[in-house]
T-cell receptor
């Protein structure tokens, strides 16, 4: 069966520091991969999605970037974090019909 | 662009039935799905409608009308554990609504 791993679960970072969140998928090949961000009590904002290695679509202009160096690896990065980057970050892979989420990373920028 | 509208909050009584509506505007529509999210957790998939009509999965059902750009999630025999946020989402590129917070009263 397919599983998705995302880490770390929580992260506290100072303003101006870099960020790297990693997500890996097992049990499927060439998955469509997504990064979402969720502010407290809010909806899921699509940040990036990828249909294949090196293919990244950015949905919202922001202080973040994404990369897909391997088929089942998706990385979310920032060179310098802002306070507004705080939130719950969720990685997902999707079939045609449903999305499967990782456990999420709760990022607090201080 | 794409937009989805769903009520921000709904309150119902334990054992009752509740319907959460979702209207959408999108290009390249392939289907509508529903997710449940408990506080502090990740969303989990509930159902998907690719064609018009009703899909039933246990206590949960979902409906789609493509001509009306409208769908709903129906929850029956409500239990306290159903207290959560519910999101509709449109495919192909999966875009989520802002979510409906379901409060269940004993």
């Amino acid at each position: 069966s397919q599983t998705i791993h995302q880490w770390p679960a929580t992260l506290v970072q100072p303003v101006g520091s870099p960020l790297s969140l990693e997500c890996t998928v097992e049990g499927t090949s060439n998955p469509n991969l997504y990064w979402y961000r969720q502010a407290a009590g809010r909806g899921l904002q699509l940040l990036f999605y990828s249909v294949g290695i090196g293919q990244i679509s950015s949905e919202v202009p922001q202080n973040l970037s994404a990369s897909r160096p391997q088929d089942r690896q998706f990385i979310l990065s920032s060179k310098k974090l802002l306070l507004s980057d705080s939130g719950f970050y969720l990685c997902a892979w999707a079939s045609r019909y449903e999305a499967f989420f990782g456990q999420g990373t709760r990022l607090t920028v201080v | 662009g794409q937009s989805l509208e769903q009520p921000s909050e709904v309150t119902a009584v334990e054992g009752a039935i509740v319907q959460i509506n979702c209207t959408y505007q999108t290009s390249g529509f392939y289907g509508l799905s529903w997710y449940q999210q408990h506080d502090g957790g990740a969303p989990t998939f509930l159902s998907y409608n690719g064609l018009d009509g009703l899909e039933e999965t246990g206590r949960f059902s979902s409906f789609l009308s493509r001509s009306d750009s409208y769908g709903y999630l129906l929850l029956q025999e409500l239990q306290m554990k159903d207290s959560a946020s519910y999101f509709c989402a449109v495919h192909d590129k999966i875009i989520f609504g802002k979510g409906t917070r379901l409060h269940i009263l004993p």
